[in-house]
């Protein structure tokens, strides 16, 4: 006969210890909380990193030999896909382990599970040695990614909106985003080390797998950055209002759909330019340019740095101009950029640079201000969770597809096509932004 649940089968006795620890002042500073929100979005996106740049340099040729170069791309970006449909069904599965045994419990695993999936692709088979069973695995690695992301979701962007002064909203909203170039930044400065000191047969043996190694030692650093904010006063203060307390995601994806499908709209534009310059110019050259990857890597590590300090600007301008007028004007800009920018992958060595450098400069504006468009328009009962599906839905609908697409038309049509993909996202940002005019420059 089972036995009810025991305190121990829960993390809430844990994160009540962990409360008094942490309860100096009895609430938590925005700055710690903004340390905890950067560790723990640079960890997932150099999770994110380290495969988006494998499934161009590695996997084509070690998990799918038998095809040529551009097909084996291309199936490589469909199992890359595979994380973003996954992240919903992660978003199911912890939010029902968060409501029966705690946020540090949900959060411990979705963080080994996400750095376990990572490196198990350290440890994958080829081709060579188990056939289809090495795409077969990578497909499930990946998708375990996803659902490990979905289920990181601690609410740790949404409380630090919540925790930042009226007047510096736009400030404390670009703070997640840093993760992204920082992510990038790391990644592409392991591998490009690697592609430096190894020949290529040994960099396709074993080299390109100890970026993946990596992974688990970050995620464990930010595991514990993220779960003491968590187990703060201020956090469990905001759980028990409801703020921040999961809640049934089919329940409010019925309540919240309107706001749902607007937030998730109003960033696509950032959302699929994200992609077009992390991972289709990466591939683009490598396919098509003869180019050693190493020097776009090196391309791709200085537009981080770029992107980071636009993501930056992007907090300051938002505070004066409204982050609603600078996600509208950015999307514009990124509208205008579509119509002549991917034809520069064409045009050699300086057009490549200023396709990545003016796409990333764009991509920190609008990026950096689009998480949590919409987390004030959320009932308090559902704002934890729709925060959540927000993410979800706006990465699978405007990044998840975005490499595959874009690939598969700039083969097929030309890169004058990619352009017209991107220009799409920035007509869906500013049609959702005109819709949702009632959201004014107070949105968090």
């Not at 560790?39 to 380290?50: K, L, N, Q, W």
């Not at 996997?59 to 551009?70: E, H, I, R, S, T």
């Not at 040994?202 to 797998?209: A, K, M, S, V, Y």
């Not at 050259?285 to 300090?309: K, N, Q, S």
């Amino acid at each position: 006969m089972v036995g009810p649940v025991t305190a121990s089968s829960t993390s809430t006795p844990l994160e009540r210890d962990a409360a008094l620890i942490n309860a100096r002042e009895h609430r938590v500073a925005p700055g710690e909380i903004a340390i905890g929100v950067i560790i723990g979005r640079t960890s997932e996106f150099f999770d994110f990193f380290v495969y988006a740049i494998a499934s161009v340099l590695v996997f084509p040729a070690v998990v799918f030999p038998y095809v040529d170069a551009v097909t084996g791309t291309l199936y490589s970006f469909a199992l890359f896909a595979l994380a973003f449909v996954g992240r919903p069904f992660g978003t199911l599965l912890f939010t029902a382990l968060d409501r029966r045994h705690g946020r540090g419990v949900k959060l411990t695993i979705a963080l080994f599970l996400l750095g376990g999936s990572t490196m198990a692709m350290a440890l994958l088979p080829s081709y060579q040695q188990v056939g289809m069973w090495s795409a077969v695995l990578l497909a499930l690695f990946r998708f375990s990614q996803g659902m490990a992301l979905g289920g990181a979701w601690d609410g740790l962007p949404s409380l630090l909106s919540l925790n930042a002064p009226p007047e510096r909203r736009g400030w404390y909203a670009m703070i997640p985003q840093l993760g992204a170039p920082l992510g990038l930044l790391v990644a592409a400065a392991l591998f490009g080390y690697f592609l430096y000191v190894l020949p290529a047969d040994d960099f396709l043996t074993w080299g390109w797998r100890y970026p993946f190694f990596v992974a688990l030692a970050i995620n464990v650093v930010a595991l514990f950055a993220r779960l003491r904010i968590v187990a703060t006063p201020e956090f469990q203060r905001l759980f028990e209002t409801r703020e921040l307390q999961p809640s049934p995601p089919f329940l409010t994806v019925f309540a919240e759909w309107r706001t749902i499908a607007l937030g998730a709209l109003a960033t696509l534009a950032s959302f699929a330019l994200f992609h077009l310059v992390t991972v289709f110019p990466l591939s683009y050259v490598t396919l098509f340019a003869d180019e050693p990857p190493i020097r776009f890597l090196i391309i791709e590590g200085v537009g981080a740095i770029v992107c980071l300090a636009a993501v930056v600007a992007s907090g300051v301008i938002a505070d004066r101009v409204g982050r609603r007028a600078l996600l509208g004007v950015s999307a514009v800009l990124i509208g205008a950029y579509s119509g002549f920018a991917p034809q520069l992958l064409n045009a050699g060595p300086v057009g490549e640079v200023f396709y990545m450098l003016v796409g990333f400069v764009l991509l920190g504006l609008a990026f950096g201000q689009s998480s949590g468009i919409v987390n004030s328009k959320f009932t308090p009962e559902h704002r934890y969770t729709g925060a959540a599906i927000v993410a979800n839905s706006a990465w699978l609908i405007g990044a998840g597809f975005a490499p595959l697409v874009a690939l598969l038309l700039a083969t097929r049509f030309g890169l004058w096509s990619v352009g017209a993909y991107l220009l799409s996202g920035a007509i869906c940002t500013l049609a959702a932004l005109a819709i949702s005019r009632d959201w004014g420059d107070h949105a968090a």
